[in-house]
């Protein structure tokens, strides 16, 4: 008996490993590959505090994405709500303990990382809400109840997240709770008028805005009102983008990140070295194997039985669509700065983590994709 369930556990594992999507995996990890060649360019082609901080956490978070994916998807259906609660809680923590740096307070120190809660809240509230609708008929999906439960749901974080202040973030979380109401069912016509109000109501928002975040939108207008001031970044990021020309200078010869043009270049700005280093056909390269990442969390979610999974890598494969476009599009002047990470490319262990707890989940989906939830 103990020899036959030895057997069994031991097929079962080899018949999760064999249900892996290698394609997805191998995305993840090429990605990781050029992540940490672009953070060693940042680093001035030397092994420093950068580069090895990357690496490490790239390596202990992929360990961490492969063990979540082999835990069953209806062991995170269960914690949904528990997973959500206890990041409001940390967010609360972080508004009143939590670390400053450069005027905001949005970290917890662990000892060995700071954690920024709001960077986990993008992917459990996708989480918790793929829960609360997974029993909901469309019917139901459009009832006054539902509509203000799921506002509550996306209103709190965000709230929590704009007083720390990171009103950037707080929008990001919101668009990841909206794309699972759109994939839910939620009448279209609800989509339209919140555009249309938010629309009408933008100059009243602004006037509330803090003076920095006023500048990034007057700065978004005109970067060259204070070419050496707020403009800098965005105009030295452009000049990156367009010196990098059709195949670009080459790794390591960038010479708008070596003579120290670029700040911030290891973070959200990430993508204009690289641009500059590996030009146009580069960069198209990096968004295929973005596009290769996206279309494989789409695909597991068309093929799970069970509704959660389907909201969640639906709405999961949408925010990373969104939060490349907004990146892409910060970093050549199209939106304005809102310190929107690169996923993976950007240093920043909070959300390397929270992007490789999204990928072990939809990885379960996948090693479980036949299994309902009642």
């Not at 002047?333 to 992007?355: N, R």
Request: some cysteine; overall charge positive.
């Amino acid at each position: 008996m103990y020899l036959h369930n030895r057997l069994e556990s031991k097929s079962n594992f080899f018949q999760k490993i064999k249900d892996v999507d290698f394609i997805l995996l191998a995305g993840i990890l090429l990605l990781g590959i050029i992540s940490i060649s672009t953070m060693y360019s940042t680093d001035g082609g030397q092994v420093l505090f950068h580069t090895k901080s990357h690496f490490v956490k790239f390596v202990l978070f992929t360990g961490l994405m492969l063990l979540i994916s082999f835990l069953n998807i209806r062991f995170w259906f269960s914690i949904s709500y528990i997973a959500y609660f206890i990041i409001i809680l940390m967010l609360i923590w972080t508004v009143n303990f939590g670390i400053t740096a450069s005027g905001s307070q949005r970290w917890i120190n662990l000892y060995f990382i700071n954690l920024q809660p709001s960077e986990l809240m993008k992917i459990f509230i996708i989480l918790c809400l793929a829960k609360y609708f997974h029993r909901k008929r469309l019917e139901n999906v459009n009832s006054f109840y539902s509509i203000i439960f799921s506002m509550i749901i996306i209103l709190l974080p965000m709230s929590l997240v704009i007083i720390q202040p990171d009103l950037g973030t707080s929008i990001l979380i919101s668009i990841s709770g909206i794309l699972v109401l759109w994939f839910s069912g939620l009448n279209h016509k609800y989509f339209f008028y919140s555009f249309l109000i938010s629309i009408l109501s933008l100059p009243f928002i602004i006037s509330f805005l803090k003076p920095y975040q006023k500048l990034r939108v007057l700065t978004f207008l005109n970067p060259d009102r204070d070419p050496l001031g707020a403009g800098y970044q965005i105009i030295q990021s452009k000049i990156a983008v367009g010196s990098g020309g059709l195949f670009g200078k080459g790794f390591l010869q960038g010479t708008q990140s070596y003579l120290e043009f670029l700040p911030e270049k290891h973070t959200d700005f990430i993508f204009t070295l690289f641009s500059e280093e590996f030009g146009f056909l580069g960069s198209v390269i990096l968004l295929l194997i973005y596009t290769i990442i996206i279309y494989r969390v789409i695909k597991i979610g068309s093929i799970s039985r069970s509704y959660f999974a389907k909201l969640f890598c639906y709405s999961f494969g949408g925010s990373l669509f969104v939060f490349i476009t907004i990146n892409m599009s910060m970093v050549l002047g199209l939106l304005p700065i809102v310190g929107s990470p690169l996923p993976i490319m950007s240093y920043g262990g909070s959300s390397m983590l929270a992007t490789m707890i999204g990928f072990g989940i939809v990885m379960s989906a996948k090693i479980h994709s036949k299994q309902a939830i009642a």
